[in-house]
Nanobody, 120 residues
Framework: QVQLVESGGGLVQPGGSLRLSCAAS????????MGWYRQAPGKQRDLVAI???????NYVESVKGRFTISRDKANNTVYLQMNSLNPDDTAVYYC??????????????WGQGTLVTVSS
């Protein structure tokens, strides 16, 4: 059973920064994608940023230039550096990893979510 454990959320003032981390444990054969999603109150969960096995990244337009996704492949960890935060970034942030747990079992794991609140 693969588990993802997130950390780094909290309360921050507008203009501030936070860094989220997500570490995977368990049997993993290959991770193809690592991503961060967020869900604001009353809204659906949306993709924020994603990085693939080759290191290519994509971001939702609203966070481009402010957020950076990175990874530590050796430790199956993904990060989200968030700068210039504004109240619209307030949400529960979830990490996701996709790939293979084994030859016969796909990997599609989610973290437990970490709350990011941007408020003065």
């Amino acid at each position: 059973q693969v588990q993802l454990v997130e950390s780094g959320g909290g309360l921050v003032q507008p203009g501030g920064s936070l860094r989220l981390s997500c570490a995977a444990s368990g049997n993993i054969l290959r991770i193809s994608t690592m991503g961060w999603y967020r869900q604001a109150p009353g809204k659906q969960r949306d993709l924020v940023a994603i990085i693939n096995s080759g290191g290519s990244t994509n971001y939702v337009e609203s966070v481009k230039g402010r957020f950076t996704i990175s990874r530590d492949k050796a430790n199956n960890t993904v990060y989200l550096q968030m700068n210039s935060l504004n109240p619209d970034d307030t949400a529960v942030y979830y990490c996701n990893m996709g790939g293979l747990e084994s030859i016969l079992r796909r990997l599609d794991a989610w973290g437990q979510g970490t709350l990011v609140t941007v408020s003065s």
